[in-house]
């Protein structure tokens, strides 16, 4: 059975991590910089993968490769939140109040969507 991992749980070793090999936190502008790096490293991988671009020659996909960059976009979006004082499991709980009050029934009555 896996770990279970709250959000919280993972600010708080993200931070730990920090503190103990990481030095001290890039700032946020540079940090901000790298999501964006690490979003567009993902953008690339989803696109050859399930778009319509093809892989170079000696690249290849993976599961494994998916997860690392997913896993790199939701380290630097943590590291983010700790540097911001954001708690992110509110955060969300909140975020998805949101989505549920605006969306209760717009994507089930899009047609688009059927």
Same mark, same amino acid.
């Given at each position: =059975? /896996?770990? #279970? =991992? !709250?959000?919280?749980?993972?600010?708080? /070793?993200?931070?730990?991590?920090?503190?103990?090999?990481?030095?001290?936190?890039?700032?946020?502008? $540079?940090? !901000?910089?790298?999501? =964006? #790096?690490?979003?567009? #490293?993902?953008?690339?991988? =989803?696109?050859?993968?399930?778009?319509?671009?093809?892989?170079?020659?000696?690249?290849?996909?993976? /599961?494994?490769?998916?997860?690392?960059?997913?896993?790199?976009?939701?380290?630097?979006?943590?590291?983010?939140?700790?540097? $911001? #004082?954001?708690?992110?499991?509110?955060?969300?709980?909140?975020?998805?109040?949101?989505? !549920?009050?605006?969306?209760?029934?717009?994507?089930?009555?899009?047609?688009?969507?059927?």
């Amino acid at each position: =059975m /896996k770990d #279970e =991992m !709250t959000i919280g749980d993972l600010q708080f /070793k993200v931070d730990d991590w920090i503190n103990r090999y990481g030095v001290r936190y890039f700032s946020e502008l $540079t940090n !901000t910089a790298i999501l =964006m #790096e690490e979003v567009g #490293e993902l953008a690339r991988l =989803m696109s050859r993968t399930y778009g319509d671009q093809s892989f170079k020659e000696g690249e290849n996909a993976s /599961k494994e490769a998916l997860a690392d960059e997913m896993a790199d976009v939701l380290w630097v979006l943590v590291c983010l939140a700790n540097q $911001t #004082e954001v708690d992110l499991d509110d955060a969300l709980r909140r975020n998805i109040e949101k989505k !549920t009050k605006r969306d209760l029934e717009r994507h089930i009555n899009n047609n688009k969507l059927k």
